[in-house]
């Protein structure tokens, strides 16, 4: 059991992994990677290469490309923990449909407390997070299937606002895990946010899955709720807060979502 476990496991996330390494910026990077080890050292490409080899060979790595690949190596893998043997292109900005409104400084206060009735999601990220980015096409499909009259999806570029972070909390460190970071605002007021965050400031390990923003968030009961109040043009009443069942989180304690 202890060997067909983690078989199976494999097998079962084949597809998922296939479809994450089949993105172009991925196989760009595979593509140069290879094609920098095949011109170093598949001869006679590599003849024509200067060496401060002893040996005078051409066609292999001196000691100074060996440290300058050794540091990159360690560099690439302390930023990313998926580089462990590729050195990967940074994923591209989202730039596909969505129905979220960006907010600056000023506008975010601004727009929750214009109209209490609406209910906002708000994504607090950063540009250069790589988490960031990677979230953000899911986050843009949520918004074209859940965006409506009392359901808005909103975004801030905490990295840029600064002072936004500090209002709300939201800390841009990147050894915090805090980024990115979804926050229910309902009547103008938090009432839950993902991740959490335990007694010492760090973000509890938390998936930025579309079926756990989903599930967490209750989308599919408050866009029912605005709904149905939207096609009786009644005036939107104040919402109950809805909030997933109280957890407690022990102190420095990392829960996997499942």
């Known amino acids: 059991m202890?060997?067909?476990?983690?078989?199976?496991?494999?097998?079962?996330?084949?597809?998922?992994?296939?479809?994450?390494?089949?993105?172009?910026?991925?196989?760009?990077?595979?593509?140069?990677?290879?094609?920098?080890?095949?011109?170093?050292?598949?001869?006679?490409?590599?003849?024509?290469?200067?060496?401060?080899?002893?040996?005078?060979?051409?066609?292999?790595?001196?000691?100074?490309?060996?440290?300058?690949?050794?540091?990159?190596?360690?560099?690439?893998?302390?930023?990313?923990?998926?580089?462990?043997?590729?050195?990967?292109?940074?994923?591209?900005?989202?730039?596909?449909?969505?129905?979220?409104?960006?907010?600056?400084?000023?506008?975010?206060?601004?727009?929750?407390?214009?109209?209490?009735?609406?209910?906002?999601?708000?994504e607090f990220f950063a540009n250069w997070s790589n988490d960031c980015q990677s979230f953000a096409p899911i986050y843009a499909d949520l918004s074209l299937k859940y965006n409506c009259t009392g359901l808005n999806f909103g975004k801030v570029d905490v990295g840029r606002y600064t002072d936004v972070s500090t209002r709300y909390k939201v800390s841009?460190?990147?050894?915090?895990?805090?980024?990115?970071?979804?926050?229910?605002?309902?009547?103008?007021?938090?009432?839950?946010?993902?991740?959490?965050?335990?007694?010492?400031?760090?973000?509890v390990s938390w998936t930025f899955s579309e079926e756990n923003v989903i599930r967490e968030f209750n989308l599919n009961e408050l866009y029912q709720r605005a709904k149905k109040l939207s096609k009786a043009g009644d005036s939107i009443p104040e919402e109950q807060p809805v909030a997933p069942t109280p957890t407690t989180v022990p102190d420095g304690e990392n829960k996997k979502d499942k």
């Open 172 to 203: 841009t460190s990147p050894l915090t895990k805090q980024l990115p970071t979804l926050i229910l605002f309902q009547g103008g007021k938090e009432v839950m946010r993902r991740p959490q965050i335990d007694k010492k400031g760090r973000a």
């Open 2 to 122: 202890a060997v067909l476990a983690p078989l199976i496991a494999l097998v079962y996330s084949v597809p998922r992994l296939s479809r994450w390494l089949a993105r172009p910026y991925y196989l760009l990077s595979a593509l140069l990677s290879a094609a920098f080890l095949l011109v170093r050292k598949l001869p006679p490409l590599c003849h024509g290469l200067p060496t401060q080899r002893e040996d005078g060979n051409p066609c292999d790595f001196d000691w100074r490309e060996v440290e300058i690949l050794m540091f990159l190596s360690a560099i690439v893998m302390m930023k990313n923990r998926r580089s462990m043997f590729l050195m990967t292109c940074k994923p591209p900005l989202y730039m596909g449909p969505e129905y979220i409104k960006y907010f600056n400084d000023k506008t975010i206060d601004e727009e929750l407390e214009r109209d209490k009735k609406v209910t906002w999601i708000v």
